[in-house]
């Protein structure tokens, strides 16, 4: 029923859950009608009472109710029960004399007779009005939220939104260890904590519960050895001399007295030494040791039980949504174990499984059983739990399976297994993948892997002798953890071991795991009374705690329910099991005993979907030949003439009854009937009409699926596993046809489980909602078209192997030579069919059911207006199915086609071209096709299958005629008409990667036909349908570029090699992957079949273990352009390459810092050799080489410095200092003049003193380890300053000149803007290749996008417009060439940025670590200022009408006004020049320096050393003084002191001292501005500094004197300089060097220039102060 419908009188309120209702069967029986106002959605009957669930969630009561307190005993009509307005029901039941309700919220209600507190509440005899019952979860104060409730007649039952029962009242039948009866609080039966209970039912004093089965994952219980109330072995071993019997058959004969027992949970702990597992539960805790109370629930609140549940993937009804109702069968989740689970076992056999991959592939579908979900734990737990299984056993058993591993036998015993269970899988990797992705949804029903025996009643191992060591092991897991070794399979062992075979499909693959399908693997579990048989258990025994009816295990179970004394349970086949009390025949059968479950007798093609059973009678709602449903009555006959009032008589004159099953007359009178309801012996049936005829169709629909899923089921019995199991089936088939027909098998289990599911879908909706939006074949279609595609695959591919023709001999076995049964199962008519004819048939009967789909869709569709939604859904649907029936028609064509073809083809080639996915499609045995200039005798054959082209060829007078043949596969095959040169050939050109083929048509229509068939065949193959040739014909021409993998074979750089990727007309083109069987691999992009682009390489370096990888960019196959190659070595050079060789610009770094020879060199290279100016630190020798190379040699002018602070700088030849040079100590002692050898003086020279003394003559020697002089000693006289001064050594004119340097890095960013050589070529070239860098990069990075981070891609945004490049250059301009070139320089995409960050990176490489040596300093300079001309020279190529060095860009002219006021103040201090004057240094400096700054300081700090610490000790020693002191020392005149003002202002005229004590308060704004001069970078920053400063001190003064004021000089000097002590700067002598060196010439001489020569005298005053 579906809560949510509104009410609608208006339309179909009458139509709608019509209520009829009779008293048993007779002839003369008419059922009468209860009017209510609204539709009736629930009825439940109670011995002489009944209560309605009507549409809007309200109950009425009718019949006998004497528990109300009014004189009305007896209710004709039924009444209201108004106590529960305001509450919304969901669902009702009725116990013989109580009633109970379920509302939407989960709550319970419950009235009636309350004596044997079967309404829960304590206290009471009878209870008149519907009144509240809670369960209280012992583990928290919250309510758990009720599905269903079941009422028998001394108890009730309720099951939780968590799947959990829950009972109340007295009897054994409660299943609870109860003390003492009634029990009046609602308590957990544990027996069933933990398993997913799906429904529940009463009989007068038993109880039924269908129960989920759990597989290997799924079983929540401690292995327990003995029997709870008994005490006697679960397990028994018979020792036989050849073999050993285990049994667990064990069935426990307890009577019914209450004894107290402790709850099953306590059994846990089987030894004091075991320790408890924690459990897997998110939310249960662990549970504790044994207490007198009951452990607490596993599920404490509503948010906890939303976690709990949410682990299985499915939402438990909340309060707010209504619960699913309890007929939905829709699972809520499992609980968690709070055992040590079984996950320990399900690992260990995992990893036993892997040690035999071979047959586990085969068990892909099997496998799920035994995949771990979260547990990563060690095995100990099972190796526990098989030990202390054993000991049950005895200790001789424990000590074999000591003796014996486990391990051993599993690999014996499971591989088999699996292999049979791979039956229902592929074998193919595609197959595992996509069960495993079903497993990630699965929730924990592994799906019933039992043993396929139909009465398995006792399972029992019998095991070869050799085997009786460790069998226990064994059996403990076949049996007592959800069977996984089939006996029949262990007997079978010693037969060939490719059969055995376990049809029902596993829980992988199966819908039913995404948990929206019902399940239908399901147990079925009694307890209570069973005198009368109703147990099932086969005795008449009682049981006091829920046990399972072994026998209806397998059978699909898709509901039960309870008469008084007897049990029925309705299976997804639509056949009722019935047990129990069959004194007036209401099991239907008169067969005894009726102690066990048995086929109710009903005449065959009746299908049963819905069955009750009263006190002594049973009603079945069936299937019949039409589609309204038919009524069966089995039971107690009522007499003639009385009508349902002789309820009290019919007591004493027992009538007759019936034998089995009759079909009531009156039936068909009722309309549609959805449900039928019996209870004491009354009988009700609701009922619809048919409006709009959708009533009808819903029928219709569920009806066709119970007939077809029942259809499937009998060609699975009687068909399919027969054939499997025939002995000389894998002799007959051979190995690889015999694992396609499992394959099949397989799929076809899926298929029949799957439609079993949705036809117990259907059924549920019919008894609920009768709504199509609860249509699961919508929502879900595509489960059903993958699952049918999936197997008309697996059919066709059989086929196409010969594989039903090759079953015709060994099924005469089982079919005999006429099959009748085949073509009874198929319903054909034909005179004799052959038997592989007729099997085929069969095998492709599923694929007609989708016609039947699609036309009940439609039929269903047609009751909706055209515009709803509804009819869109089912009009889509019904769509859908058509299509895929028209695709698989086509299919079983291609499929028969191929077969004959394979039947009737010559020579050895069938073995090696027969694939079973490979479909023939056109072929030229008709001479329509031939090889242009073949030769006389030559014979070609060409044959288009779904995934290649063949072409075989042979000379023709020969016995075989075809000698060899090449395939071509489809996705690499290109193919066009070739071109019109002469209109009389009918060419077609073939392009394969390795061949390009001319062939000629025989005629036009041949061309055209060979033409669009070879296309529209690749055009599938790439679409990946590869088997579904000709679904997409409008589509004519596959696409020339694709992504497709192929092998090379012919001689050459890619013989062998496996490329995967894109392609363009034959090569690839575009990204791939190129693989060679040697290991090396290239990855990226493809140019016309050659590596070009941006790609990783890889190649194995055999002689030292390790890869060569280079990342980088290529050209035609070769290294070229900017990449990076990390060597086996450790090397790793990162740079320019030219045709696969390191050539321009490159960085070597050698070793890691910790290896014998660390190295780094940057610089110039040319054909693989260090060649041109490049720099060479060597860590090791703490030495730093700058000058020119050849031939990875030191030739030519050169710089060393060393970490001791030695700096040479000369010519080099031979990697050696030879010729003339300069070396120079740290304590300026210098030598200059010849040199032989690294360090080693050899000839003339001059070696001079720090103080000035030198010697002059002929050295030789190595530096440091004394040297041999011959020659003169010179002591300068004091006075001949002259002298003195010519012998201080100019350094530099030895070292390479600041324009040669890093001539590889420039000429790199002038090619990359399309130049040749510096400044020739064609601006507007260069910014379009600007343009393609940009994009092209930034495509590049987008791939990773990590790299880019938010600023960076807006940077390249902006970047990506080209700025005006031409036309005269305003100011405006200029200022956006400056913001252009300051965005550029940012990213290393740009060209211009990519220049600066590698001349950065050699600057910093030059001058850090060793190369901070202050001699170089200069050399440092110039290198700074060469590159501003260099770029500048760029920037000016860029912008043509930039004017150069110098030039000047005139201000705009504004109209006069505005021009004359400000010439009038401020023209006039600058330069009388209009306009600005263009310099690279103000361009460029920005934003070089701030990048080189650190360095470069670095050298200005070295070389200032001695001055700056002067200065500094000066600025301490000055800086003790207070303002006045430091003031007057100064002679700052006194009207520039400042004066603090006291509150009281002082007369006119008169002066306020400051106070005498204060420090750093004058001038402090001055002070703090000039402070700022470290935190900048530039030249022109620092001298903005100054000139704030100066405005700073100005401003003071200004306040100080009230009036304009004129500095000269003189004032100004010793103000400022106080503002410089004050300032404390550490390095001022750096700074005013780093500013002279670098300072913009045009400033020179302006304000800023003279701003500047103040503070630098500042500096040379202050180191020169003496403190008088």
Known sequence: MDPQRQSSEGDDGGERGLLHSWGGYSYAVVPERLLLPRPVLQVALGAQHGVLLVEGGQVYSFGELPWKQTQVLRATQPTLENALSGQRVVGVAAGSFHSGVVTEDGGVHMWGDNAAGQCGLSGLSSVPNPTPVALLDPGGPHTVPVLELACGERHSLALSAQREVWAWGSGCQLGLNAPAFPVWKPQKVEQLAGRCVLQVACGASHSLALVRCVGVEGMQRPPVDKCNQCNQLLYTMTDKEDHVIISDSHYCPVGVEAREEPPPTQTLKTSPSEPILPSHSSSAPTPAPPTPEPPPGPVSDP?????????????????????????????????????????????YLRKLSDASQAEAKMAAGALHALQPSSSGRSSSALNSLVASCASAVGERVASTYEALSLKRMMNFYLPARLEALGGAADGTAERVRREESVQAKKSSSTGDIHEE????????????????????????????????????????????????????PMGGGVPEDQEVFPTLHTEVWSWGHGEHGELGHGDNLARLQPLCIKSLNKKEVIRVAAGAHHSLALTAQSQVYSWGSNLCGQLGHMETPSTVPR??????????????????????????????????????????GEDGGGLEEEEEHVGGYTQQPVLLPFCMNLGYVSSVVAGGSRCVALSDRNVMGLIASLHELASAERKFYCKLCDVKSQVIRPLLELECLSSA???????????????????????????????????????????????????????????????????????????TKPSLDIFGKTPELLQRLLECNEENPTTSDLLVALFYLPTQHLHEYGRLLLKLATCFEVSSSDYQKLQDSCSKFEALALQLKRKRKEAECTFHFWKSFPGKMTDSLRKPHRRLIYESSNKSLTVQNAGRFSVNWFILFNDSLVHAQGVAPCKNLFSTHHIFALATLWVEPTPDDDPGLQGLKVVAPEETLTLLASSSTEKSKWLRAINQAVDQALSGAGHDVGSSLSKSEPPISRTASYTFY??????????????LAGKPHGRGILKWPDGRIYTGSFKNGLEDGFGEFVGPNKALGKDDIYQGYWKEGKMNGLGTYRYASGEVYDGNFQDGMRQGHGMLRSGKHNTSSPSVFIGQWLQDKKTGYGVFDDITKGEKYMGMWQDHQRQGMGVVVTQFGLYYEGVFKDNKMMGTG????????????????????????????????????????????????????????????????????????????????????????????GCEAPGQGEHCKAWEAIAV??????????????????????????????????????????????????????????????????LVAVYRMTYVGVGANRRLLPQAVNEIKSYLGRIFQIVRFLFPDLPEEGGLIPEPTESLGDNEQETSTETRTESPKPGRVVSSSALLLPVLLPRLYPPLFTLYALEKEKEDDMYWECVLRLNKQSDLALLAFLGVQQKFWPVSIPNALPAPGQKQPVISSTKDVCFASAVETLQQISTTFTPSDKLQVIQLTFEEITQEVQSLLRQDFLWSMDDLFPVF????????????????????????????????????????????????????
């Not at 007592?480 to 071991?497: A, D, E, I």
């Not at 050459?1052 to 090699?1057: S, V």
């Not at 987008?1342 to 940077?1355: E, F, N, V, Y």
């Not at 106080?1618 to 304000?1647: F, T």
């Open 599 to 640: 086929l109710a007798k009903l005449s065959e093609g009746i299908r049963v979907w819905d069955a009750s059973a009263g006190e002594r009678h049973t009603l079945l709602l069936a299937d019949g030949d039409c589609i309204q449903p038919i009524i069966y009555y089995s039971g107690q006959q009522v007499k003639e």
């Open 453 to 504: 025996e139909a009465e398995g009643l006792r399972r029992r191992l019998s095991l070869p002798g050799l085997l009786s060591q460790g069998r226990y092991a064994v059996h403990l897991l076949s049996s007592s953890y959800g069977p996984l070794l089939s006996p029949r399979l262990l007997r079978k062992m010693g037969r060939s071991r490719t059969r055995g075979f376990a049809l029902t």
């Open 1617 to 1668: 300089l106080y503002v410089v002590l004050r300032a404390r700067i550490r390095n001022l002598g750096s700074e005013v060097s780093l500013i002279e060196d670098l300072m913009d010439p045009c400033v020179q001489h302006g304000e800023h220039g003279i701003m500047f020569t103040t503070l630098k005298a500042c500096y040379y005053q202050i180191q020169h102060e003496k403190i008088t």
């Open 733 to 807: 088939l051979g190995p690889a046809v015999t694992e396609l027909l499992q394959t099949l098998a397989g799929r076809f289990s899926l298929l029949a489980h799957l439609t079993g599911q949705h036809a117990a879908s259907l059924t549920a909706d019919l008894r609920r909602g009768r709504d199509v939006k609860s249509l699961l074949i919508l929502d879900h279609a595509s489960i059903f078209l993958d699952l049918y595609n999936d197997y008309c695959s697996a059919v066709g591919n059989f086929f196409v192997m010969g594989g039903f023709h090759a079953l």
């Open 303 to 347: 948010q906890d039980s939303q976690k709990a549940c949410l682990t299985n993937g499915v939402h438990p009804p909340s309060d707010s949504d209504p619960p699913p109702p309890p007929k939905a069968a829709a699972p809520a989740a499992v609980k968690s174990s709070p055992y040590p689970d079984e996950r320990e076992v399900k690992e």
């Open 1222 to 1313: 300069i070396l120079l100590s740290e304590d300026d002692t210098t030598y200059e003049g010849e040199f032989s050898d690294d360090w080693t003086l050899s000839g003339k020279g001059v070696l001079t003193m720090p103080n000035g003394d030198y010697l002059e003559g002929s050295f030789s020697g190595e530096w440091g380890s004394g040297l041999k002089v011959t020659g003169s000693y010179f002591k300068p006289n004091l006075f001949d300053s002259d002298k003195d001064k010519n012998r201080a050594v100019k350094l530099g004119r030895l070292s390479v000149r600041a324009e040669e340097k890093w001539r590889a890095v420039f000429e790199e960013c002038w090619s990359q803007l």
């Open 1050 to 1063: 012919k001689d050459g750089r890619l013989k062998d090699a496996t490329y995967e990727g894109r392609w």
């Open 1333 to 1398: 860098a940009l994009t092209s990069n930034r495509q590049q990075i987008q791939d990773s996008p990590d790299i880019l981070s938010r600023s960076h891609s807006k940077t390249l945004e902006g970047l990506e417009a080209i700025p005006q490049h031409e036309g005269p250059i305003t100011i405006e301009r200029y200022h956006s060439i400056r913001l252009y070139l300051i965005k550029a320089c940012d990213t290393p995409l740009h060209p211009l940025g990519r220049l600066v960050e590698t």
